[in-house]
């Protein structure tokens, strides 16, 4: 299971830049496209793309380029609701509930495609939580620093393999591993925090044609799900 999502990350351009680089809440940071899978681990990442691109534009970029992402035709990536439910990228159902565990304490779930959201957030979180913790890690992702552009990509690419090895590594550093378990608890909270304070975003150009096929696939992978529940 691997999951799919972009975030910001603070950066320095040049005033001619500034424009294309703004985010909507009025920061100057780059658009990145991350992959993860369960341990948190990233196995794709593209910085470098200004904020004023779309996620969809990001993603057409990241399945075309050289060092591509691929897509297997047998696989398929989790993406936010903002993406198009289609090809190799399942995303949730629109307009029907599924943010987070809580939100299902007293209220259990009454349809399939309910059900099916509420596994889904809980899978697709991971590629928040990969995010979160990349920040907490190194403070350099929180805040612009005075690098070019091409040197702040690159950061950002080490940082993410720096993140990797420390995945790998961190079982044999008590220390550490404490450490990152604080971190996670902050990140959980955060994201906990703003899914209560807000709904998911639907306002994201969608990247990848919907197919009657695929549409039939998730909508039989719901109904199985709901059958043996």
């Known amino acids: 299971m691997e999951a799919l999502d972009g975030t910001h990350i603070p950066v320095t351009v040049s005033a001619e830049e500034r424009l294309r680089y703004r985010n909507r809440k009025g920061d100057i940071s780059t658009n990145v496209l991350g992959v993860c899978v369960p341990d948190l681990?990233?196995?794709?990442?593209?910085?470098?793309?200004e904020c004023s691109a779309s996620d969809a534009r990001v993603l057409r970029d990241a399945?075309?380029?050289?060092?591509?992402?691929?897509?297997?035709?047998d696989k398929y990536f989790l993406v936010d609701?903002?993406?198009?439910n289609g090809p190799g990228f399942l995303?949730?159902?629109?307009g029907t509930r599924y943010h987070h565990l809580n939100e299902w304490t007293e209220n259990r779930p009454r349809n399939a495609k309910e059900l099916y959201n509420l596994r889904y957030s809980v899978a697709r979180n991971v590629i928040e939580?990969?995010?979160?913790?990349?920040?907490k890690r190194w403070s350099i992702m929180r805040t612009p620093s005075f690098f070019d552009i091409k040197t702040q990509v690159r950061i950002i690419n080490a940082c993410c393999v720096l993140h990797?090895?420390?995945?790998?590594?961190?079982?044999?550093?008590p220390v550490l591993e404490d450490q990152d378990s604080r971190f996670l608890a902050d990140v959980d909270q955060e994201i906990l925090n703003r899914a209560t304070?807000?709904?998911?975003?639907?306002?994201?150009?969608?990247?990848?044609q919907p197919t009657?096929?695929?549409?039939?696939?998730?909508?039989a992978f719901a109904l199985k799900m709901f059958q043996d529940y």
């Not at 681990?41 to 793309?49: E, H, T």
């Not at 939580?129 to 920040?135: N, T, W």
């Not at 990797?164 to 550093?173: G, P, V």
């Open 129 to 135: 939580r990969s995010f979160g913790l990349l920040k």
């Open 212 to 219: 009657e096929q695929w549409t039939n696939f998730r909508d």
């Open 164 to 173: 990797n090895y420390i995945q790998i590594e961190q079982a044999s550093d």
């Open 63 to 73: 399945l075309r380029r050289n060092n591509r992402l691929h897509a297997p035709r």
């Open 41 to 49: 681990k990233f196995i794709y990442v593209l910085p470098g793309w």
């Open 81 to 84: 609701v903002g993406y198009t």
């Open 91 to 94: 995303a949730p159902y629109r």
């Open 197 to 208: 304070s807000k709904g998911p975003s639907n306002d994201r150009i969608t990247c990848v």
